[in-house]
């Protein structure tokens, strides 16, 4: 069971967030936000498929600059963590869509990725303005901006908000990525390293 759900960690996590949203539309009257988790739902899947598999090539990059031969089974495996992440960042949010707070860290990462991989392009000499998972994410980074500026226009949240925002998804995501780099054998305190030698190439 354990190697059925390391090998097909992507497929599962698409069949959730289907199952997800399908039950998002049968249940309707939706509010704003239980509206805007749907939308990163829909993008994050197609993010995960366009950054692994079509055209995919993500953590081949990644196994590139780190000088690390990362076997199929464990670049499948590395989606059990981004899995978890994304999971617990948009069905908080839908559950507790009440509280827009919730949502923050969602429409933080979506911003973040966003420019995580325009950097990507830079980092890994990309010959084309294009990195794996390039097309969604960016889609993402501008819900995110659409998301914010509905959160300022109507006044909904404080500056104090934001920053809590801003926190949980850095710890989570830094913990992500950290649970990864530990799955394919190094340490992530050598990343900032590894970055600088590659900006270097």
């Known amino acids: 069971m354990i190697k059925f759900i ?9 069949v959730i967030s289907m199952l997800i949203l399908t039950i998002a539309g049968i249940m309707g009257d939706l509010s704003v936000i239980q509206k805007f988790v749907l939308v990163y739902i829909l993008l994050f ?3 995960e498929w ?6 995919g090539g993500f953590a081949d990059m990644i196994a590139k600059m780190i000088e690390v031969d990362i076997n199929p089974e ?3 495996a590395s989606r059990i963590p981004t899995s978890l992440l994304l999971l617990t960042f948009t069905i908080t949010p839908f559950i507790f869509h009440n509280h827009p707070i919730a949502i923050l860290p969602l429409a933080f990462l ?3 990725e966003g420019i995580v991989h325009v950097f990507a392009i830079k980092l890994f000499k990309c010959p084309k303005f294009y990195s794996p998972g390039f097309v969604t994410v960016e889609i993402q980074a501008v819900v995110s901006i659409v998301l ?3 959160f300022i226009k109507n006044n909904i949240l404080s500056g104090t908000d934001y920053l809590i925002g801003l926190l949980v998804m850095f710890v989570c995501f830094v913990i ?3 649970t990864i780099t530990m799955m394919i054998g190094y340490k992530y305190s050598d990343l900032p ?3 600088k030698k590659q900006l270097q190439k």
């Open 45 to 47: 899947i197609l993010h």
């Open 110 to 112: 979506g911003l973040f």
């Open 6 to 14: 390391k090998y097909y960690a992507l497929e599962i996590y698409t």
């Open 74 to 76: 464990m670049k499948r």
């Open 193 to 195: 390293k590894m970055l």
């Open 148 to 150: 914010f500026v509905y």
């Open 50 to 55: 366009e950054e692994m598999q079509y055209p």
């Open 176 to 178: 992500m990525q950290k």
